[in-house]
């Protein structure tokens, strides 16, 4: 039997929230389980969407492969990104925003020129799939804490661009700004709140970081 436990003097507190997607975010996950698949586009494609369920066909309809190009990794790194990383963080600013809490985007499409990690002894991602990784899961943390030099981290050879160190310094001090006062807003750049009515938030994109409108128009779909 439970027994409820009371806290009479508990005070709960609200607290600020950042909510992150990367431009293709689960290309980490999508690509070796399609690069090692020998089934045609169009099959691997329909076993995908049978995965889904009675959803699958709205999905088909919505997404047709032949929009990617017939690319399986493309159009399921694309589906995927969206149902499991950008529209839930979509949800989330929405909420927290909805209850009064203080809550802030952005969005991380910058590709990034060095490996940043080493798995099982490789540099990831290799040179030659770095379009096909583009901004994928992890992508942003060198920027965020920093760990821009001998990339990979620890022993690598690479070095980041100067554009990309930019970036760094900008997200290091947002983060700084947001652990101390609860808003991401720096004295070189001011940070929005979330609206959902206008949703602006940070964008890092082409070398640079900025404010801009954050775009969210197919999570209605995934809503």
Same mark, same amino acid.
């Given at each position: 039997m439970s027994v409820p436990v009371r806290f009479p003097n508990l005070r709960l507190h609200t607290v600020p929230a950042n909510a992150l997607s990367d431009g293709q975010d689960s290309s980490l996950f999508t690509h070796k389980a399609y690069k090692a698949d020998n089934s045609s586009a169009e099959d691997a494609y329909a076993k995908f969407l049978g995965a889904w369920g009675r959803v699958g066909p709205s999905i088909g309809?919505? &997404?047709?492969?032949?929009?990617?190009?017939?690319?399986?990794?493309?159009?399921?790194?694309?589906?995927?990104?969206?149902?499991?990383?950008?529209?839930?963080? &979509?949800?989330?600013?929405?909420?927290?925003?909805?209850?009064? *809490?203080?809550? &802030?985007? &952005?969005?991380?499409?910058?590709?990034?020129?060095?490996?940043?990690?080493?798995? =099982?002894?490789?540099?990831?991602?290799?040179? =030659?799939?770095?379009?096909?990784?583009?901004?994928?899961?992890?992508?942003?943390?060198?920027?965020?804490?920093?760990?821009?030099?001998?990339?990979? *981290?620890?022993?690598?050879?690479?070095?980041?661009?100067?554009a990309e160190r930019d970036i760094s310094r900008g997200l290091v001090a947002a983060w700084t700004a947001m652990a101390a006062d609860g808003d991401p807003s720096t004295h070189g750049r001011k940070w929005p709140r979330f609206d959902e009515c206008d949703p602006h938030g940070m964008l890092v994109q082409d070398q640079s970081m900025a404010v801009a409108a954050l775009d969210y128009a197919e999570c209605d779909f995934w809503d």
């Open positions: 309809n919505k &997404y047709p492969l032949r929009a990617f190009n017939n690319s399986i990794n493309a159009i399921v790194t694309h589906i995927n990104t969206l149902a499991g990383f950008k529209c839930p963080a &979509y949800k989330t600013l929405r909420a927290t925003s909805a209850a009064g *809490v203080p809550a &802030y985007a &952005y969005q991380f499409n910058h590709v990034p020129s060095c490996p940043w990690v080493w798995i =099982r002894g490789k540099k990831f991602p290799p040179r =030659r799939f770095v379009d096909e990784f583009g901004a994928t899961h992890t992508a942003e943390l060198p920027f965020v804490f920093g760990n821009l030099d001998n990339m990979p *981290v620890g022993n690598g050879s690479c070095h980041s661009t100067a």
